[in-house]
């Protein structure tokens, strides 16, 4: 799996949009990107997934920049309950492996 | 999205003592489950794969021996966490695929005293 960068922790005024940026600059072509988020004492939760045109479902947009080497994940209008720690996963599509997290962000939505 | 039940959500146990973790895939089939732990203000680290009617693979450093898997349906795979210890205190975390997504269980908050 490609490595990826990701900022320590981030900071979002409720409603307001919320920009995760992630770069991803080893990616190969069969790699995705992926993006997780776990609230404290929880499990991870998929968010959203692409390979190379931007994403949007009922959580997020995800948009992928046209070389594929970075990423932004958006939170379109924060809550309070989106506080989390965001993990940016690249590797290929297949729920037949292992998924390997790094730090992730921590994104704090401040009311 | 697809489900992963894992229960229970928190234990605590004497030193010594034996402690297993359930998870199970709610609506869909897995023949491959992963368990992952997680300290505090720690990422999470993967321990094993489970492999339904086969045994598990460990990641390096995982005594298999004391993390017993056994993955004995294709929606059901469990933990054993054999003689615990407090080191072993920690939050436990299974997974399962479906398609070109990962899901995961809530968690199992394990606390040996």
């Known amino acids: 799996d490609a490595k990826t960068t990701q900022p320590t922790s981030m900071d979002c005024a409720e409603g307001r949009a919320a920009n995760l940026p992630c770069n991803h600059s080893t990616i190969s072509g069969n790699e995705y990107v992926y993006w997780y988020r776990q609230i404290h004492s929880q499990g991870p939760q998929y968010i959203i997934h692409?390979?190379?045109n931007n994403e949007t479902n009922e959580m997020a947009s995800l948009i992928i920049t046209e070389d594929r080497k970075s990423s932004t994940l958006i939170l379109p209008h924060a809550t309070l309950r989106d506080t989390a720690v965001y993990y940016c996963i690249v590797r290929v599509a297949t729920g037949r492996r292992a998924l390997t997290f790094g730090s992730g962000t921590r994104l704090q939505v401040q009311p | 999205g697809a489900v992963v039940s894992q229960h229970p959500s928190r234990v605590i146990c004497k030193s010594g003592t034996s402690v297993k973790i359930e998870c199970r895939s709610l609506?869909?089939?897995?023949?491959?489950m992963f368990w992952y732990r997680q300290f505090p203000k720690q990422s999470l680290m993967l321990m094993a794969t489970?492999?339904?009617?086969?045994?598990?693979?460990?990641e390096q450093g995982v005594e298999k021996d004391k993390f017993l898997i056994n993955h004995a349906s294709l929606t059901l795979s469990t933990l054993t966490v054999t003689s615990a210890h407090p080191e072993d205190s920690s939050f436990y975390i299974c997974s399962a695929g479906q398609g070109e997504k990962l899901f995961f269980g809530s968690g199992t908050q394990l606390s040996v005293l």
């Open positions: 489970s492999n339904e009617g086969s045994k598990a693979t460990y």
């Open positions: 609506d869909f089939q897995a023949t491959t």
């Open positions: 692409g390979l190379k």
